[in-house]
């Protein structure tokens, strides 16, 4: 279960994390096997486990380059079954728009996951319960949580490669703001804003810590992000079990020094490892697979 | 006391055709009332204020529906109230200013004993001002080196929640309670918020048209209109139909209909376009077909606002409707 059964370990006493990371030229390459491979290789202890796959839907994107696209949400679930798992939902409470059908039917996730009613549960209206927040960097010392997700044995966060126009860049940390309910807080979750954002993101994955991390980074998004930037086609899966791990690498593949991203800093305190030493990296080379990310002059100072 | 203030008088113009997808999600509504008297997000899930707000005011307005349905979803919206006024949110413990609205546009809906209850919430609505644009705020944003969100915070709404910032969707819900409440049981300063609230909404606006949740432009760079906030702005001021802004949003609507797929932008969108003379056709044989798509996801607002949809315009958004005291 993820809810507050991990136990948080300060820096000096973690062992090192694997992070994986694979070329994906587009789309319609074979996402399926390749992700097959680097699950293989990472070996997620999901047999007999229900997961919880929660990608990143904000709003309908007609250029592809704002929400995790449904062929690697699909390839996460077929690779999750194979790997023993009992069930796979796919769970997801969008920010901005309230509309989450919309944004299904718009991503045509029908299409790859079959009739959603069986296989989608929005987090922005499901039950929820209060939990206390594990760590209080922020003023929430509570939060109202979908019992989906808390219910869940294995929490998987999948977001989209791309920058933040609040933090710099969203990957599967910023990606769990999705797992807040917008019946307790609204579209947009402005609690959470208010609450700082930086602070925020590490009350919520001390509280609920994502048990793995892929991150869809063969279309991102660079510039203005999380919405209105363009499309950057990184062309690279990203896979690992220490969330803060695989954004230190996602970081240092968008030509970014992660130890200067506020909220990172932060988790690597007690959540995850941040320093490359500390990080085994399977598959492709960050050198061979790092293409520069554009950012806006707010967040230079970022840039490696 | 009366015995309410009293909004009766739901239009039933459009609903002499009956076809079965008019009586369909009624009927899954009706199904999906919990023995509690009120609504879960979807059937099975613990009653919570926004659904069952949505579900009292489509179920409502439909001559079909027995009294007890609306007099049990009535008791358990009182119940439900908080001490200070407010409903709560999904928590059933904090304050939503939306859903505070919701609830108290619901109750005025009906006939019934909440005169009482509806005062308490539109007070404490009155009451509520956002977090942003007092002067520590104005202090610190313009200590701040870079400004991403460019639009006039001096006009302020109501946030989803106390304190945070007012977005377009909960500042329209509160105006359309506020335009529908009684001038006699309004709070003081209603007008003066009224009055800000429709400024606010304007100064929203995206360029080109139509209203996403609250930035129009991040950036510098212009937001993409989204259905439900441009929906609910107009619906908010409606009274200004011919305003540049009204137009542009109601054009940007009509363009995005014939392409929407979901049931939920569906229905809102044709319920909006129908106050302002526009409405679309198909609209049954488009929910039928999403219907079969995803069963709607179960949600609850969905089939409220696809209820509404198929029905007449309720009163509380009638184009000429400016209080109790004009129906």
């Known amino acids: 279960m993820s809810y507050s059964n991990t136990r948080l370990v300060p820096p000096f006493n973690r062992s090192p994390s694997a992070v994986a990371i694979r070329s994906v030229s587009n789309y319609a390459a074979d996402v399926e096997g390749i992700l097959w491979e680097m699950l293989q290789e990472l070996r997620p202890p999901v047999r007999d486990k229900s997961v919880l796959l929660k990608p990143n839907f904000v709003e309908p994107d007609t250029e592809g380059m704002i929400n995790t696209h449904p062929v690697v949400i699909r390839a996460a679930r077929e690779a999750f079954l194979r790997l023993g798992a009992k069930s796979v939902v796919v769970a997801e409470g969008p920010g901005h728009e309230r509309d989450t059908e919309g944004i299904l039917e718009e991503l045509r996730l029908r299409d790859y996951l079959g009739p959603l009613e069986q296989s989608f549960i929005d987090l922005n209206t499901d039950e929820v319960a209060q939990v206390g927040t594990r760590t209080r960097a922020s003023r929430l010392k509570s939060l109202f949580l979908p019992k989906a997700v808390l219910a869940a044995d294995f929490v998987v966060s999948m977001p989209k490669m791309k920058t933040h126009h609040w933090v710099g860049v969203t990957l599967a940390l910023k990606n769990m703001f999705g797992i807040v309910p917008g019946s307790c807080y609204g579209w947009p979750k402005n609690v959470l804003h208010w609450a700082g954002i930086s602070k925020s993101i590490l009350d919520i994955n001390s509280t609920v810590r994502p048990d793995f991390a892929i991150v869809d980074g063969i279309v991102g998004m660079e510039g203005n992000g999380p919405i209105q930037g363009t499309p950057k086609a990184s062309g690279v899966l990203v896979a690992g079990d220490d969330p803060v791990s695989v954004d230190a690498t996602c970081a240092r593949l968008m030509g970014l020094v992660p130890e200067r991203i506020d909220y990172l800093q932060r988790a690597a305190l007690l959540l995850g490892n941040m320093p490359e030493e500390k990080i085994e990296q399977l598959g492709e080379s960050i050198a061979s697979t790092r293409k520069p990310f554009e950012m806006l002059p707010a967040f230079q100072q970022i840039r490696a | ?327």
């Open chain 2, 1 to 327: 006391m009366s015995a309410g203030i009293g909004l009766y008088a739901f239009s039933t113009e459009e609903r002499d055709i009956h076809t079965p997808a008019h009586d369909f999600f009624p009927d899954l509504l009706r199904a999906a009332q919990n023995t509690d008297g009120g609504w879960g997000y979807r059937p099975g899930l613990p009653s919570t204020t926004e659904p069952t707000a949505w579900s009292l005011l489509a179920l409502q307005a439909l001559e079909a529906s027995p009294g007890k349905i609306l007099d049990s979803a009535a008791d358990w919206l009182r119940q439900a109230q908080m001490t200070g006024g407010a409903w709560p949110n999904a928590s059933g413990k904090e304050p939503g200013c939306w859903v505070s609205a919701l609830a108290c546009l619901a109750l005025l809906s009906l006939k019934g004993p909440s005169q009482d209850a509806i005062v308490r919430g539109t007070n404490w609505l009155n009451e509520t001002w956002p977090a942003e644009g007092n002067f520590l705020w104005r202090l610190r944003q313009q200590q701040q080196a870079h400004t991403v969100v460019h639009q006039d915070h001096g006009l302020r709404g109501w946030g989803w929640t106390p304190n945070t910032a007012s977005w377009v969707e909960p500042t329209a819900y509160a105006l359309i309670l506020l335009q529908n409440i009684p001038t006699r049981h309004r709070p003081s300063h209603a007008v003066k918020r009224i009055q800000m609230a429709e400024k606010m909404l304007y100064d929203r606006a995206c360029p080109g048209g139509g209203w996403n949740a609250g930035n129009p432009l991040v950036y510098g760079v212009p937001g993409v209109p989204r259905i439900s906030p441009t929906v609910w702005a107009l619906l908010a001021l409606r009274h200004h139909q011919d305003h540049a802004v009204n137009v542009e949003g109601v054009e940007w609507l009509r363009q995005r209909y014939q392409s929407l797929r979901s049931p939920a932008s569906l229905a809102l969108a044709h319920l909006c376009l129908k106050v302002y003379g526009r409405a679309e056709n198909l609209l049954e044989t488009r929910l039928g077909d999403f219907y079969g798509n995803n069963q709607f996801l179960q949600s609850i607002p969905a089939m409220a606002w696809a209820s509404m949809a198929l029905g007449g315009v309720p009163c509380w958004i009638e184009s000429s409707s400016q209080s109790i005291e004009a129906i």
